[in-house]
């Protein structure tokens, strides 16, 4: 891993003056200064608003999966409320923990603290209001079995994922990436109230889905990372090696993902698009692997066609999820 000039905040949690003056720059003017359009735009991006549309297409199937059928469209309305502010507060809370990092890289460099359109007070205070508003209308509109699973993917995310593992290790997305495959157990359990080994499956399609998924893209800005001493696998590894851990993990996702049919969840238009798309994902991935291997660097790598056809894949299968009931 590269040793940078500038530190990023150290493992013990404490901020190196450093960057605490480089992340704070776009802080130093008032931001109630600012115009109230642009104030808005800059709360709805603390949310992530794209990186949420991906958790809603997990959500939303499964719950259709759960009821066999169309569920109550007022339930899926509510749950897709409750998730999006559970999201939204719990990457409102990244973005005010990763401020000084954030200001240090590129792909970061306009979020909404590094310009200074919103304090990390504000920041701070608007996630902790929607990781206890989307907690209170889960548990009091939906169930507690939901709210506690939103609540608990939250903390998962902000606690486990951006304060301890992703500054520390480069398994952070590995495990970091469990909050983002609870939203499958959520869409379940909204409609249940209870647990299946149907969502259990379909969260470890999610878990190993994470790390191929976020990979490649990690192998294209891993100069970013590099710079705030962030240990993203590509940082540390080669990209034969990181080639290699994409392949196995996406043979076991891919796996894992045909087990439904069997146990008698899904038909067989399920069971059609699972190996079809796996199929695909697997080409892409042996190919970025031969790539790699060949000791192909830039544009040559391609590392961004498997990281485009991941969020492709999992919006068709999960597609798939929720049309296989009105099939069989």
């Known amino acids: ?48 608003p794209r990186i949420i549309e991906l958790l809603l297409i997990t959500t939303v199937p499964v719950m259709f999966l759960a009821e066999q059928g169309v569920p109550d469209l007022t339930l899926v309305f509510i749950t897709c409320l409750g ?34 359109m919103v304090s990390p007070r504000e920041c701070l205070a608007f996630g902790i209001t929607l990781a206890v508003v989307s907690t209170l209308l889960f548990g009091l509109a939906v169930n507690w079995l939901s709210a506690w699973l939103s609540l608990g993917a939250l903390l998962f995310y902000v ?6 593992l992703k500054r520390r290790t480069s398994q952070n997305i ?4 469990i909050a983002g495959c609870l939203p499958v157990l959520i869409g379940w359990s909204s409609v249940t109230n209870s647990m299946s080994w149907a969502p259990v ?23 970013d990372y590099a710079r705030v001493g962030v240990p993203m ?9 990181v080639a290699r851990q994409i392949v196995l993990y996406s043979w076991v996702m891919v796996a894992v993902s045909l087990l439904l049919q069997p146990l008698g969840y899904t038909g067989w238009f399920y069971t059609a698009v699972a ?18 291997k060949s000791e192909a660097t830039g544009g040559k790598l391609k590392e961004m066609r498997l990281f485009h056809w991941s969020i492709t894949y999992v919006s068709l299968l999960f597609v798939a999820v929720a049309v296989d009931p009105f099939l069989r």
């Open 1 to 48: 891993m590269c040793v940078t000039a500038v530190e990023s905040r150290p493992a013990g949690g404490g901020t190196s003056h450093a960057v605490k003056a480089v992340g704070e720059l776009g802080t130093s003017q008032n931001p109630s200064n600012r115009p109230f359009g642009a104030r808005v735009k800059a709360f709805v991006a603390l949310t992530k």
């Open 233 to 241: 696998l590509p940082v540390i590894a080669s990209n034969k090696v």
């Open 174 to 177: 590995v495990w970091g990436g």
């Open 83 to 116: 998730g999006y502010l559970s999201a939204g507060g719990a990457n409102a809370l990244n973005m005010w923990y990763d401020r000084d990092i954030d200001a240090l890289m590129e792909r970061t460099s306009q979020r909404p603290l590094v310009t200074g």
């Open 201 to 223: 499956i379909l969260f470890l399609v999610m878990f190993f889905w994470t790390p191929p998924h976020y990979w490649p893209l990690s192998m294209r800005v891993k100069e």
């Open 275 to 292: 190996l079809t798309t796996g199929g695909w994902w697997l080409w892409e991935a042996h190919g970025l692997q031969n790539r790699a």
């Open 159 to 164: 606690v486990v994922y951006t304060m301890i």
